[in-house]
């Protein structure tokens, strides 16, 4: 594992602006300063803006938490982001995504038996990650299943977790608690 390339800072370290805004994430639904916010505090403002997106998709998606657990967990798969896993997973699980379907994506499978709304949300997301676009018969189930809320949304999803995979992936982000990491490399 590469080393930590922007390791937590300490805040007696930050400056007035990181202070201010790591506070915000502490005091929000978050509750801590984790994960991809570790490297981020180092662009403050950058992070408030991102946070405050990835607290509206997250928490209040038009495709609601167990749909937009599974996108994320595409999402890190496609980048082998370890750390958005190891948080992810078990949230998804609790959710409501069954523990074979992470199994699966986990292992770069196709889930077997998913909902119809599962199946949307996963040939959506995948179309996205592997062509970067989406067939018209992907797009339009998908608009008719979750609107065009639901569609913008879940591009959301996976832009913005796409976009924190860059970030933990460019500066080593390591799993919390030193954990390994939870997600296999695929050939």
């Known amino acids: 594992m590469p080393q930590d390339r922007m390791p937590p800072l300490a805040l007696a370290q930050m400056n007035e602006t990181q202070k201010k805004y790591a506070e915000a994430i502490i005091k929000g639904p978050r509750g801590a300063l984790y994960g991809p916010f ?3 505090i180092r662009s403050p403002e950058l992070m ?3 946070q405050r997106v990835g607290e509206y998709l997250r ?3 038009a495709i609601g938490t167990r749909l937009s657990e599974l996108a994320i967990l595409i999402t ?11 948080i992810h997973a078990p949230i998804a699980l609790q959710a409501g995504i069954k ?3 992470i199994d699966a994506i986990a292992h770069g499978r196709e ?4 909902s119809n709304e599962e199946d949307i949300v996963y040939r959506f997301c995948t179309e996205l990650h592997q062509t970067q676009k989406v067939s018209d018969d992907t797009y339009l189930r998908a608009l008719s299943q979750f609107s065009d809320a639901g569609v913008m949304d879940m591009i959301g999803i996976n832009g913005y977790y796409a976009f924190l995979a860059m970030v933990m992936n460019a500066t080593c982000t390591p799993v919390p608690d030193g954990r390994p990491d939870p997600l296999p490399v695929l050939k």
């Open 38 to 40: 570790v490297p981020l």
């Open 59 to 61: 928490y209040s998606s």
């Open 111 to 114: 889930p077997t038996e998913m």
């Open 99 to 101: 523990a074979e379907h």
């Open 48 to 50: 408030d803006r991102a």
């Open 76 to 86: 890190a798969r496609h980048w082998t982001q370890q750390v958005e896993w190891s």
